[in-house]
């Protein structure tokens, strides 16, 4: 059983007024608090461009480098395709079985478990935690439209789920990568499950959204959390 805690890392930084361009301006700072904050953990950078495979070396953090592109897909279009082109590549040709991904602002602030994946392995086998937004995100949905996974912590060890995803994305279309997987969900159930279902099911113990979680207002529902999402 081959496991990678996994970071994604595309385009170049840059001052574009568009906040979907100027995403990779973010990633710089949130790679320096995660390096301030962070505990001690082993991941793996799959990585676009030449430049940014040069930048983490530099910085003393394990690389590999997918496409010497910085931004094969359009950054308006397809901005989190790559981060799912870098999952699959991960599991497909390096031939890993399971993978957390996290988003250079979800950081491990306490110690991560020494089981932590059979921790993971006690739900389902894609986890990721449910987010509330303002704007409606799931517009096939008659309720809870705007309830949607988060893919800034994202546990897989179903590695058809990457390329399913991908799929209804390139139908869906958007730059984000939410929806489909929300999609993907609704339609292996027949149904959106719930929240409650959701928590049981898909909800990762480990990791919290430090705003917007769709379980703000249920303070019964706990977890022993160790990764810290900055959304």
């Known amino acids: 059983m081959r496991r990678l805690i996994h970071r994604a890392i595309w385009g170049t930084p840059n001052n574009d007024p568009n906040r979907i361009i100027r995403r990779r301006s973010k990633i710089t700072k949130d790679i320096e608090m995660l390096r301030k904050k962070g505990t001690p953990h082993d991941y793996t950078c799959y990585t676009f461009g030449k430049d940014n495979h040069k930048l983490l070396i530099e910085l003393g953090i394990k690389s590999v480098l997918i496409d010497p592109d910085p931004a094969p897909y359009n950054l308006i279009e397809c901005q989190y395709k790559h981060k ?22 979800a950081i491990p602030v306490k110690q991560l478990p020494w089981n932590m994946w059979d921790i993971f392995g006690k739900k389902e086998s ?18 809870d439209r ?23 994305r390139e139908e869906m279309g958007g730059p984000s ?55």
Not at 84 to 105: K, P, R
Not at 150 to 161: E, H
Request: hydrophobic share 40%; glycine share 6%.
């Open 177 to 231: 990568i939410e929806p489909p997987m929300m999609r993907y969900f609704d339609n292996y159930y027949g149904q959106w499950i719930g929240k409650i279902a959701w928590w049981k099911l898909h909800e990762p113990e480990l990791i919290r959204l430090r705003r917007g979680s769709a379980y703000a207002k249920d303070p019964e529902l706990v977890k022993d959390w160790k990764i810290d999402h900055y959304v």
């Open 84 to 105: 799912f082109v870098a999952i699959q590549y991960a599991m497909e040709e390096d031939g890993y079985d399971e993978v957390l991904h996290l988003d250079w602002d």
């Open 146 to 168: 705007r309830k949607v996974c988060n893919g800034g912590g994202l546990y897989i060890r179903d590695k058809s789920f990457v390329s399913n995803v991908l799929k209804i």
């Open 126 to 143: 894609v986890q990721a935690c449910l987010q509330q937004y303002r704007a409606v995100k799931c517009g096939w949905r008659r309720k």
